[in-house]
Nanobody
């Protein structure tokens, strides 16, 4: 019913920048919190940044001052601007959304994940 599709990953040299996008589609009534998670090779998935529907933001200490999360509620899209990239930022980045859908009789609250986009930072 709801899909999140990420884009913008790729290969970049250390110190470079990338901008990730995540677009939500489907029978969406509202999207509450949205976030980006990072999974480095051989490690667990960790929260990088999140934003509420009112655009409050939260960042992992490792990316503060380098990454910026933003969202366009009209487009159901969240972005992650990544600057001053480091080799340790390498991995798959997943978009996450807490989505409210409305069918004919009720509202349903879903947590939805994207398929991930690979970021590789070379030293």
């Amino acid at each position: 019913q709801v899909q999140l599709v990420e884009s913008g990953g790729g290969l970049v040299q250390a110190g470079g920048s990338l901008r990730l996008s995540c677009a939500a589609s489907g029978n969406i009534f509202r999207i509450n919190d949205m976030g980006w998670y990072h999974q480095a090779p051989g490690k667990q998935r960790e929260l990088v940044a999140s934003t509420t529907s009112s655009r409050s933001t939260n960042y992992a200490d490792s990316v503060k001052g380098r990454f910026t999360i933003s969202r366009d509620n009209a487009k159901n899209t969240v972005y992650l601007q990544m600057n001053f990239l480091k080799p340790e930022d390498t991995g798959v980045y997943y978009c996450n959304g807490h989505v409210v859908i409305h069918d004919t009789t009720s509202y349903k609250y879903l947590e939805v994940w994207g398929q991930g986009t690979l970021v590789t930072v070379s030293s």
